[in-house]
């Protein structure tokens, strides 16, 4: 079964700094990691999707690295604003099974 | 393009009702439709799977008399919750996914926060 996990589940940092949100894996056999974002009471927006058979994929200020043997992804934050305080959200599909199994979260709180 | 509607965005009644949450694809067809459920604080958790004509897989603990799916017709699927009870409380959310290019994802609607007294 996989299970999805984020740390930190709780981070502050000072406007303008750069940061890096962990998600780990225990079942490698993903065809593709997504990234998502969720505001208080809202639904989810998706940030980036990476396919197995990529390394990163970056969108803006957003980059996000994908290492599938070692079961790890991270979400690289560049200059952090406020705008960016979220819960971020990780989430896989395994092979053959088209559900989501979602990460733990990482609420973050971006300081002005 | 890809955009998932619910309705209604929020909902109070009384324990012991039923409450029907609609969850629409506007702009593209949805084979499958996802239910999911989350309680303050946590992540979401799969409810139920459905395709377009047939019947709903639940997962494992979650009571298909309780929470009815239905999933009519490519655009849109409803989630029933049969007599409410204050631990029916939660934020669900609806997913969707379809053919060609809506493949590789599922498309997330707003979220509807049902509050049962």
């Known amino acids: 079964k996989q299970e999805v996990t984020q740390i930190p589940a709780a981070l502050s940092v000072p406007e303008g700094e750069n940061l890096v949100l962990n998600c780990s894996f225990t079942?490698?056999?993903?065809?593709?990691l997504q990234w998502f974002r969720q505001d208080p009471g809202k639904g989810l927006t998706s940030l980036l999707l990476i396919q197995s058979s990529q390394r990163e994929q970056t969108s803006g200020r957003l980059n996000a690295s994908l290492d599938k043997s070692s079961g790890r992804s991270t979400l690289y934050i560049a200059a952090s604003q406020p705008g960016d305080s979220a819960t971020y959200l990780c989430a896989v599909p395994n092979f053959g099974n088209e559900k989501l199994t979602f990460g733990t979260g990482t609420r973050l709180t971006i300081i002005p | 393009g890809a955009v998932v509607s619910q309705h209604p965005s929020w909902v109070i009644c009384k324990s012991g009702t039923s409450v029907k949450i609609e969850c629409r694809s506007l702009d593209f067809q949805a084979t499958t439709m996802f239910w999911y459920r989350q309680f303050p604080k946590q992540s979401l958790m799969l409810m139920a799977t459905s395709n377009e004509g047939s019947k709903a897989t639940y997962e494992q603990g979650v009571e298909k008399d309780k929470f009815l799916i239905n999933h009519a017709s490519l655009t849109l699927s409803t989630l029933t919750v049969t007599s409410a009870h204050p631990e029916d409380s939660s934020f669900y959310i609806c997913s969707a996914r379809g053919p060609g290019r809506y493949t590789d994802t599922q498309y997330f609607g707003p979220g509807t926060r049902l509050t049962v007294l």
């Open positions: 079942d490698s056999a993903i065809y593709n």
